[in-house]
């Protein structure tokens, strides 16, 4: 499979598991979604000051891993890379297909404090159980493109 196979899947399988460290070293998960992922790296959002973007800003390194089952069998992919702030002009690509947004962020200007992040280079794993695929890959974004 090619690196742009790899960032779709991640981007259809949407919302995934991020891994962070906070100052402790104590390692935390939640889930968010993918709003952009292609050769340019993944894009995704948070709100500034909470804890996730704490952790984002002290250790910029993540780990992001995803699942789907469906007629191409069970596809996981994890990758684990680093992120870094992008221009605010990016979220209206981050949002656009986001089907949780207006669940988390209800309110318009919420959805206006939220700030957008790139997962700008790293390496990934990809595992396909029904047609025993197991590849590694890697990817680096020069630019903060979408």
């Known amino acids: 499979m090619a690196l742009q196979d790899y960032m779709k899947l991640l981007e259809n399988i949407g ?6 460290v906070d100052s402790d070293g104590k390692p935390h998960t ?3 979604n993918i709003g952009v992922a292609n050769e340019n790296g993944i894009f995704f959002m948070t709100k500034p000051g909470n804890e996730f973007y704490t952790q984002l800003k002290d250790n910029e390194n993540v780990s992001i891993s995803g699942m789907s089952n469906d007629e191409n069998g069970i596809q996981a992919i994890t990758i684990e890379g680093k992120v870094r702030e992008v221009d605010q002009s ?6 656009k297909d ?3 947004v207006k669940d988390v962020y209800p309110d318009e200007e ?3 404090s939220v700030v957008p ?3 700008y280079e790293g390496s990934g794993f990809y595992m396909n ?3 025993h695929i197991n590849d590694a890959f890697e990817f680096s974004a020069n630019e903060h493109n979408t």
């Open 15 to 20: 919302a995934v598991v991020f891994a962070t």
């Open 30 to 32: 939640r889930f968010a």
């Open 90 to 95: 990016y979220l209206e690509d981050i949002l």
């Open 98 to 100: 986001n089907p949780y």
């Open 110 to 112: 919420d959805r206006k």
């Open 117 to 119: 992040l790139q997962v």
């Open 129 to 131: 159980l029904k047609e």
